[in-house]
């Protein structure tokens, strides 16, 4: 490229061609990188061109200081009316080449359709600011001695008015309690949290309740005169960046303690909800991520929901203070002491990973919500896959087919033990084998994410381990007890974590058999797998659920192994190339 083919191509954008030239003098200087290549050959498009020809003739056709555009004429409809009178002559003249007549018959057809003459009406109306609708003048009949008043007429439309009122407590009168962000009543910039509603319509508050004020409203038409003593101190509604994740679903038309249904804001689990305020202790005003409704809703704070599930809970016999202490049957999946599904234990796997406590005496978290931020991917630094799940669900095998797909990116850790070293095996191959002492030591020192003991020796996972695999470049997979997430979900290690569950009872027991899948119950016998373990894959999947589902990422059934395994490939892709929603202390 030189600046010979720039001059051959004169409708080539100046600056444009500028910068071609420059970048091409600098092809010598520079490695000749795919971007490199992208970007010249960008620079050569026309229609990277035309479109800066056209930016720059908007930018001409401003006759402003301030860039806005002014209308050349206020009356686009009158002008197109003169048009008409002027080409019809022409039309019906048989001196008029064919040509001539057809170009005058078009431009005629185009003059008379409904969307150019609406076109040329809103352009009209615009120009003239003929802007609808018009609020009446307003009154000024007010006595020079009262307190000072301010009257404030808003147009009543399908959207909600954006403020809710109450009945002050020390005064009894009704007062503004709340200004929804984005409603008519916070855009107007004229109503205000505290300012004291004296009339509606002309018609006086006094002696009625909030609900009396409401029925006025509600029966209203049009514009809305409200007649208003200010309040002392305008706060200023000045929105958060507070991002959070839902972890329950709401419906405010079954809430019978929102102020009011028609201003809360339904969502489900899972979703992400934009914390516009919190001034108020027990309700905030959100939206939902990305919804273009600019008017926030009202959802019940982290505190009220939290007391909500307390209570909740506590009606329903549940310890929460410590969950599991006093009585197993409170926890999904377990039955009382009693039940003969809990007289019999199913056999000890090979390696049992436990943590320091057992989840019986585990102080169960109270999800409600959590503050979130995007996470975007890191090359050469690999969020880690966590397989979490009831055991015998799967997740062995999904982990292998995984590491299969591509060994040279997928790395799992290689487990540490005390246990003597066999005949043919290699340290650092499938244990690292270390003394007992040793073991106990780093356990002490909380450097093992999951440890447990089997036959008097020692299992575990050390932490250091998949910091090594994340720090090499490599995707580490996971699969370890579930109460490892308390010490693998840290902002050092940014776990994705998938949940493997279960289906139904029936299509677990009928995808079992029909695919001859093999008890990891018991590794002495190879045999299928009984109801009774079934069952307990479904208890403890409940378990799960309920002391750990809001830390989930993605939940994938496993029903059918070969599509569980397609949507974990597609979470990996996910993970890997789009911006994910983490714990906001993460990407701090």
């Known amino acids: 490229m030189s600046s010979a083919l720039v001059m051959e191509n004169r409708n080539w954008d100046p600056a444009l061609s500028s910068l071609l030239v420059t970048l091409e003098e600098s092809r010598d200087d520079l490695p000749c990188t795919e971007e490199f290549a992208f970007l010249s050959e960008l620079l050569q498009k026309p229609e990277l061109h035309s479109l800066v020809h056209i930016h720059n003739k ?3 056709s401003t006759n402003s200081r301030d860039g806005r555009f002014i209308p050349v004429v206020n009356s686009s409809v009158q002008a197109a009316l003169e048009a008409l009178a002027d080409v019809l002559p022409l039309i019906e003249q048989p001196k008029k080449s064919w040509d001539s007549r057809q170009n005058s018959q078009e431009l005629l057809t185009l003059l008379q359709t409904p969307h150019v003459q609406g076109l040329l009406y809103a352009h009209d109306c615009i120009a003239q600011k003929d802007y609808y609708p018009i609020l009446p003048e307003v009154p000024f009949d007010i006595d020079e ?4 008043i301010k009257i404030v007429q808003l147009v009543k439309s399908n959207e909600p008015l954006g403020a809710t009122i109450k009945t002050d407590e020390e005064t009894g009168k009704i007062v503004i309690a709340r200004i929804m962000h984005g409603g008519a009543a916070d855009r107007s910039g004229l109503i205000h949290v505290g300012d004291e509603v004296i009339e509606v319509n002309n018609m006086s508050t006094e002696g009625k309740t909030p609900n009396d004020v409401l029925q006025i409203l509600q029966n209203s038409e049009g514009t809305i005169t409200f007649k208003l003593v200010p309040a002392d101190a305008k706060g200023n509604l000045r929105e958060s960046k507070v ?4 972890h329950f679903d709401y419906r405010a038309a079954t809430d019978p303690y929102i102020p009011c249904k028609e201003a809360g804001l339904d969502f489900d689990k899972g979703d992400i909800l934009h914390i516009v305020s919190q001034d108020d202790a027990y309700w905030w005003q959100a939206r ?3 919804d ?3 008017r926030a809703g009202l959802i019940p704070s982290r505190a009220l929901q939290e007391k909500r599930i307390v209570h909740e809970r506590s009606s329903k016999g549940i310890d929460v203070a410590n969950i599991g202490l006093c009585s197993l049957s409170v926890l999904p999946g377990c039955q009382s002491p009693k039940s003969p599904r809990c007289a019999s234990k199913p056999r000890t ?3 049992m990973y436990a943590t320091a406590e057992n989840d019986d005496f585990d102080r169960e978290e109270i999800a409600t919500y959590e503050e979130v931020a995007k996470l975007y991917p890191r090359p050469g630094l690999h969020r880690p896959v966590v397989l979490v799940g009831p055991p015998g669900i799967g997740r062995n095998e999904l982990k292998r087919r995984l590491m299969a797909l591509d060994p040279e990116k997928f790395k799992t850790t290689i487990p540490f033990t005390t246990r003597p070293i066999k005949h043919g095996e290699i340290n650092g191959k499938e244990y690292y084998f270390v003394s007992r002492e040793k073991m106990e030591e780093d356990i002490a020192a909380g450097k093992f994410l999951e440890h447990g003991e089997y036959k008097g020796n020692l299992y575990g996972t050390s932490a250091d381990s998949v910091k090594s695999i994340i720090n090499a470049g490599y995707v580490c997979i996971l699969n370890p007890h579930y109460q490892a997430l308390k010490m693998l979900r840290t902002a050092e290690i940014k776990p994705f974590v998938v949940y493997i569950k279960p289906p139904s009872f029936d299509v677990l027991k009928e995808t079992r058999h029909e695919a001859y899948a093999r008890s990891t119950f018991d590794e002495a016998n190879s045999r299928g797998f009984t109801d009774e373990e079934f069952e ?4 403890s999947a409940a378990r799960i659920e309920f002391l750990y589902g809001h830390w989930f990422d993605e939940v994938i059934e496993n029903a059918d ?5 397609e949507q974990m490939v597609r979470a990996v892709q996910t993970l890997e190339t789009e911006p994910l929603w983490v714990p906001a202390s993460w990407v701090q």
């Not at 991002?243 to 839902?246: E, H, K, N, Q």
């Not at 192994?561 to 395994?565: H, M, P």
């Open 536 to 539: 307990e894959i479904e208890r």
């Open 243 to 246: 991002r959070v994740r839902a």
């Open 288 to 290: 939902k991520e990305n």
């Open 349 to 351: 796997k090979k390696i």
């Open 58 to 60: 908007v930018l001409a």
């Open 145 to 148: 001695e009262e307190e000072t």
């Open 561 to 565: 192994l070969s599509v569980a395994f």
């Open 292 to 294: 273009r409704n600019m």
